[in-house]
């Protein structure tokens, strides 16, 4: 059989107006498998945002011209081929009330710097399909056998069916969601669902340090509970 085409690496675009730090993200980035496109000043990082569909806007908060804030909101508004693009603020000082700012106008995350490769990586892992949704070795491995694990996917599957009622149900308890999201982390490591376990933290650190934006984090983590009981086979 004739090989199957590898995926295209994830686009970034990096608007950094420091140059050890463009220079860094950007060597980063490329040794992670990402491709990237790098600019020193806000307005031409929404020229290109408006022109080009990138995977990952890494946006500096203070740059020449406009900041992460004016260019994210000047995407929205006009509905560049970027718009819907995964946006990453960067910033070298951000407060706490700052970041849950970023969060509120839709900002998926902070990276604040100087960074590592890790958190590069942790970044590239937020993109869709960059986990996967089941891990099938991974789950071997944590549960001895196919056996145990086809009971283990059983329960999670029942699991997430009423977590996913609840989740549309009117009203919120955060103590009780955060709760609930700390167990189903567990379930997912036996299960081998890697993706809904990253979603899982990634919301239960939104409802932690700004749950009053916590919608987007919550339709996301829905997204991937859903694609998770589809792979499980409801």
């Keep these: 059989m004739p090989a199957q085409p590898a995926d295209p ?17 950007c060597d980063g980035l490329h040794s992670l498998g990402a491709a990237t496109c790098e600019c020193a000043d806000g307005m031409q990082a929404l020229q290109l945002a408006r022109g080009q569909a990138f995977d990952l806007l890494l946006l500096d908060c203070r740059m020449p011209g406009a900041g992460a ?58 993109l869709p399909g960059a986990i996967p949704v089941l891990d099938d070795e991974a789950a071997l491995r944590a549960s001895g056998d196919a056996a145990t694990l086809r009971a283990l996917r059983g329960l999670l599957r029942d699991e997430l069916t009423q977590l996913l009622r609840e989740l549309c149900q009117p009203g919120r308890d955060d103590a009780a969601l955060d709760d609930r ?29 700004a749950p009053r934006t916590a919608l987007p984090a919550i339709a996301q983590f829905q997204a991937t509970l859903q694609a998770t009981l589809q792979a499980l086979g409801t």
């Design 181 to 209: 999201l700390h167990r189903l982390r567990s379930a997912c490591g036996f299960c081998g669902a890697p993706a809904l376990a990253a979603e899982a933290e990634r919301l239960q650190q939104q409802l932690r340090e």
């Design 69 to 126: 804030r004016e260019v994210l909101a000047a995407l929205q508004a006009d509905g560049g081929a970027s718009a819907g693009s995964l946006a990453i603020a960067s910033s070298a000082e951000l407060d706490a009330g700052e970041q849950r700012e970023l969060l509120a106008i839709g900002f998926r995350g902070v990276l604040r710097k100087p960074c590592g490769i890790a958190e590069l990586q942790r970044l590239l892992a937020l």
């Design 9 to 25: 690496p994830p686009r970034v675009l990096v608007a950094d107006d420091d140059a050890p730090s463009r220079r860094f993200l």
